[in-house]
């Protein structure tokens, strides 16, 4: 299975992006799949997941209210629409899927096994 993210780019502070992430290969399956970003110097942080069986997703508090996570399992893509957005969100962003993702771990990105590589998000006060 490949994950190819893409949708990142130059944006103005209260501006809009919309992430993709296609799946490709084998059959893909996962429980959960999800994003994370990572700035410079930091680590790599959670953002958004969603449970592909009911559709519950889950956010961090810093894009609480701002981000929405979707699937669209029919296409084997999945998106991260970012409203409002701030300098602080500046980030390369990775979209991740796994089968063993459940409720406890799936904060942590050692619970996603497929990766992509990665998308820049730059946003300029």
């Known amino acids: 299975v490949q994950l190819q993210a893409s949708g990142g780019g130059l944006a103005q502070a209260g501006d809009s992006l919309r992430l993709s992430c296609a799946a490709s290969?084998?059959?893909?399956?996962?429980?959960?799949v999800g994003w994370f970003r990572q700035s410079p110097g930091k680590e790599r942080e959670f953002v958004a997941a969603i449970r592909m069986n009911n559709g519950g997703a889950y956010y961090s508090d810093s894009v609480k209210g701002r981000f929405t996570i979707s699937r669209d399992r029919a296409k084997n893509t999945f998106y991260l629409r970012m409203n409002s957005l701030k300098p602080e969100d500046t980030a390369v962003y990775f979209c991740a899927a796994g089968s063993g993702v459940i409720l406890s771990n799936l904060y942590n990105d050692r619970a996603y096994y497929y990766w992509g590589q990665g998308t820049q998000v730059t946003v300029s006060s």
């Open positions: 290969g084998h059959t893909f399956n996962p429980n959960a």
